[in-house]
């Protein structure tokens, strides 16, 4: 009894922890898309940088 009690606990964490996951990604891959940010940056001819003292 307190074996299964054990098994149902951990398969609902996991599943619990899978499901986060998966929702989390979601979201950023949604926010990805809303925001579309270039992928790469041209960088060519621009300003030397200079540092701060």
């Known amino acids: 009894m307190r074996f299964l009690l054990l098994a149902l606990a951990v398969v609902a964490v996991l599943g619990t922890a899978v499901g986060l996951a998966l929702n989390a990604r979601g979201k950023r891959l949604m926010a990805e898309d809303f925001l579309g940010a270039p992928k790469a940056y041209d960088t060519t001819g621009g ?5 701060r003292w």
Not at 47 to 51: A, E, I, R, S
């Open 47 to 51: 300003q030397q940088m200079k540092p």
